[in-house]
């Protein structure tokens, strides 16, 4: 089985920065494509950012500019760093990996999601 655990999510202030973290663990033997998805209450879950195994990214509208996506395959984390948040940046955010395990399945895991909150 493969966890997946965010950490970093919080209280901040409109124009404050966060910066979220995402370990992967369990029997991994590679990872694909990483992302972050948000959710706010009553709304569906949408993508902020991902990023591929070799660093390419791609971001929602509402994110580029202001939001960075990276990844340390070395320690199976991904990262996003958020600066200039706003108060509809408020939701919790999950984070998304494509892993191959050593049986030889590729599945999507999810974590258990980190709340952010901007307000100030």
């Known amino acids: 089985q493969v966890q997946l655990v965010e950490s970093g999510g919080g209280l901040v202030q409109p124009g404050g920065s966060l910066r979220l973290s995402c370990a992967a663990s369990?029997?991994?033997?590679?990872?694909?494509?990483m992302g972050w998805y948000r959710q706010a209450p009553g709304k569906q879950r949408e993508l902020v950012a991902d990023?591929?195994?070799?660093?390419?990214?791609n971001y929602a509208d509402s994110a580029k500019g202001r939001f960075t996506i990276s990844r340390d395959n070395g320690k199976n984390t991904v990262y996003l760093r958020m600066n200039s948040l706003k108060p509809e940046d408020t939701a919790v955010y999950y984070c998304?990996?494509?892993?191959?395990?050593?049986?030889?399945?590729?599945?999507?895991?999810w974590g258990q999601g980190t709340q952010v909150t901007v307000s100030s």
């Open positions: 998304n990996g494509a892993i191959n395990t050593y049986d030889g399945k590729l599945r999507d895991y």
């Open positions: 369990g029997s991994i033997f590679r990872i694909y494509n």
């Open positions: 990023i591929s195994e070799f660093g390419t990214t």
